[in-house]
C-alpha cells in the first residue's frame, strides 16, 4: 500500500482527484463485483493504463479507496467529535454538522464505506479489516461514551431514545443530501440548514430531555 500511496501522490493533483471520485462512485454504486474499470477511466478522463500503472488491478484500486476514505473519515468527520459532550444531541449535532461538511468535500466517501460494509462482494486483507473494525469501534465512542443520560426524563427507556434520536438526525440528514443533489456544493451556503436542523434539536430536546436540560 505505501508504494501504491506514494506513486499515486506523485500524479498531478486534479488527475488524482479525477480518478478518485469517479473510482469511488463507481463502487459505491456498484460493488466491487459489478464495478468496471472501463467506466472509471472514462469518468475520469484519463487511459486505462494509467490506473493499472498506480494500482496494478481492481483490487488494488478499490483496497486502496478503502484504506483511502477511512483516513478521511477519520480525520475530517470522528476527530471533530467531542466525546467529552455528556449531552447526547449535542453531540449528534457535532457528528452530524462534521459529516455534511466533510460530505461536501469528500461526497462519494461515506456512499462507498456504506456498500464496503454492508456489501462485503471483496475480501479484505487483514490488515484492512482491522482498520475497519477499529473504526466501527472508535465511531461508537465517539456518539456513545460518557452520555448524561440523567438529562432523559424519568420513565424514558434511554436506548430506544437513542435510536429514535439518531433515527431522526439521521433522516434529516438524507433529506438535505437529497436536496442538494445536482448542486455545486462549494457555493451552497449551509446556514438556512443548520438553522432548521436546530430548530428540530430544539424539539427533541422537549421530547426527551427533563426540563432543566433542554438548553
Same mark, same amino acid.
Given at each position: 500500500?505505501?508504494?501504491?500511496?506514494?506513486?499515486?501522490?506523485?500524479?498531478? /493533483?486534479?488527475?488524482? =482527484?479525477?480518478?478518485?471520485?469517479?473510482?469511488?462512485?463507481?463502487?459505491?454504486?456498484?460493488?466491487?463485483?459489478?464495478?468496471?474499470?472501463?467506466?472509471?477511466?472514462?469518468?475520469?478522463?484519463?487511459?486505462?493504463?494509467?490506473?493499472?500503472?498506480?494500482?496494478?488491478?481492481?483490487?488494488?484500486?478499490?483496497?486502496?479507496?478503502?484504506?483511502?476514505?477511512?483516513?478521511?473519515?477519520?480525520?475530517?468527520?470522528?476527530?471533530?467529535?467531542?466525546?467529552?459532550? /455528556?449531552?447526547?444531541?449535542?453531540?449528534?449535532? =457535532?457528528?452530524? =454538522?462534521?459529516?455534511?461538511?466533510?460530505?461536501?468535500?469528500?461526497?462519494?466517501?461515506?456512499?462507498?464505506?456504506?456498500?464496503?460494509?454492508? =456489501?462485503?462482494?471483496?475480501?479484505? /486483507?487483514?490488515?484492512?479489516?482491522?482498520?475497519?473494525?477499529?473504526?466501527?469501534?472508535?465511531?461508537?465512542?465517539?456518539?456513545?461514551?460518557?452520555?448524561?443520560?440523567?438529562?432523559?426524563?424519568?420513565?424514558?427507556?434511554?436506548?430506544?431514545?437513542?435510536?429514535?434520536?439518531?433515527?431522526?438526525?439521521?433522516?434529516?440528514?438524507?433529506?438535505?443530501?437529497?436536496?442538494?443533489?445536482?448542486?455545486?456544493?462549494?457555493?451552497?451556503?449551509?446556514? /438556512?440548514?443548520?438553522?432548521?436542523?436546530?430548530?428540530?434539536?430544539?424539539?427533541?430536546?422537549?421530547?426527551?430531555?427533563?426540563?432543566?436540560?433542554?438548553?
Amino acid at each position: 500500500m505505501g508504494k501504491i500511496l506514494d506513486k499515486f501522490e506523485s500524479l498531478e /493533483p486534479d488527475k488524482q =482527484q479525477r480518478i478518485l471520485a469517479a473510482a469511488l462512485a463507481e463502487f459505491a454504486e456498484n460493488g466491487f463485483a459489478q464495478a468496471s474499470t472501463n467506466r472509471i477511466v472514462k469518468a475520469a478522463e484519463v487511459g486505462k493504463g494509467i490506473l493499472f500503472y498506480y494500482f496494478q488491478s481492481k483490487k488494488g484500486l478499490y483496497e486502496y479507496l478503502v484504506n483511502y476514505s477511512l483516513d478521511v473519515m477519520l480525520e475530517h468527520y470522528l476527530k471533530r467529535i467531542d466525546e467529552t459532550e /455528556p449531552d447526547f444531541i449535542e453531540r449528534l449535532r =457535532q457528528a452530524a =454538522q462534521a459529516k455534511m461538511e466533510t460530505y461536501i468535500k469528500y461526497r462519494h466517501v461515506f456512499s462507498f464505506m456504506a456498500t464496503v460494509m454492508l =456489501q462485503k462482494d471483496s475480501a479484505l /486483507p487483514a490488515h484492512l479489516e482491522t482498520r475497519l473494525g477499529e473504526m466501527t469501534a472508535l465511531a461508537y465512542e465517539k456518539l456513545y461514551s460518557g452520555i448524561d443520560r440523567n438529562r432523559f426524563r424519568a420513565g424514558i427507556d434511554v436506548e430506544k431514545a437513542f435510536q429514535l434520536i439518531r433515527w431522526s438526525i439521521e433522516g434529516y440528514q438524507n433529506d438535505l443530501t437529497k436536496q442538494l443533489e445536482g448542486k455545486k456544493l462549494s457555493e451552497i451556503d449551509l446556514n /438556512p440548514y443548520w438553522e432548521e436542523f436546530y430548530g428540530y434539536l430544539d424539539v427533541l430536546k422537549e421530547s426527551f430531555y427533563e426540563k432543566g436540560d433542554r438548553t
